[in-house]
């Protein structure tokens, strides 16, 4: 069992930037994948990025490519996403996932995630 928790949302200009924490605890956290995943109202949640247990592979939805950055600290329990050149259509609720997987793997599907924060808004102004 991990318990996720989100932080670092909030309401932000377009071309502003903002990081986004999600701090885990429970059972070792360098044994999970990560992810970060958004659902805007009235659309499905979607993959953002993904990133794998020791943190040397990651991926990105194309909407995000070039913009946003995923990390984590296994360290300190905790795995980030930098937003950077926000626009209104990133407005949404984001989550962090977690899952068991193997070292390099990276998952983007959302139904293989078997842990969920709680989400943080972000609201981006035109």
């Known amino acids: 069992q991990v318990q996720l928790v989100e932080s670092g949302g909030g309401l932000v200009q377009a071309g502003g930037s903002l990081r986004l924490s999600c701090a885990a605890s429970?059972?070792?956290?360098?044994?999970?994948?990560m992810g970060w995943f958004r659902q805007a109202p009235g659309k499905e949640r979607e993959f953002v990025s993904a990133?794998?247990?020791?943190?040397?592979?990651?991926d990105y939805a194309d909407s995000v490519k070039g913009r946003f950055s995923i990390s984590r600290d296994n360290a300190k329990n905790t795995v980030y996403l930098q937003m950077n050149n926000l626009r209104p259509e990133d407005t949404a609720v984001y989550y962090c996932?977690?899952?068991?997987?193997?070292?390099?793997?990276?998952?983007?599907?959302?139904?293989?995630?078997?842990?969920w924060g709680q989400g943080t808004q972000v609201t981006v102004s035109s």
């Open positions: 996932a977690a899952t068991v997987a193997s070292f390099g793997v990276v998952i983007t599907t959302r139904v293989r995630y078997d842990y």
């Open positions: 429970g059972r070792t956290f360098s044994g999970y994948a």
């Open positions: 990133i794998s247990r020791n943190g040397d592979t990651t």
